[in-house]
């Protein structure tokens, strides 16, 4: 109670466990391996019920150019799922993040988006 109010909220109790550490932690990695394209950014998206990591990974490793880092950081089936990538700049960055979910939807394994 906070004076005549009831507040609620909720919390995730898995701190360790979300976007912007799972971004720090490809970009920690990204830094320390020195990379040449050092900016980095992730994506969430939606997997199929049938996607595997195993196959995931293939379809996103051998769709990124030489001198980019590409990573599927989750894939839970019919859940959801994360990819990071690297770029030259914040904006390639991005870009190829979006370009591999467009891969993993061609390929099956990922749900089509909306928006």
Sequence with gaps: MFG????????DF???????????AFHEQITAEQAPEHYTAT???????????????????TSIPLTARAEVIA??????????STGTHMN???ERTHQLVDILTAAGLARKTDG
Aim: overall charge positive; aromatic content about 6%; hydrophobic content about 45%.
């Design 92 to 94: 390639q960055a991005m």
């Design 14 to 24: 898995n701190f360790s466990s979300h976007g912007a550490e799972l971004l720090r």
């Design 75 to 84: 894939c839970v089936p019919n859940r959801w799922g994360m990819v990071a």
């Design 43 to 61: 994506r969430v998206y939606r997997p199929t019920g049938t996607a595997t990591l195993a196959e995931t990974r293939a379809a996103v490793l």
């Design 4 to 11: 005549d109010r009831v507040l609620t909220g909720a919390i």
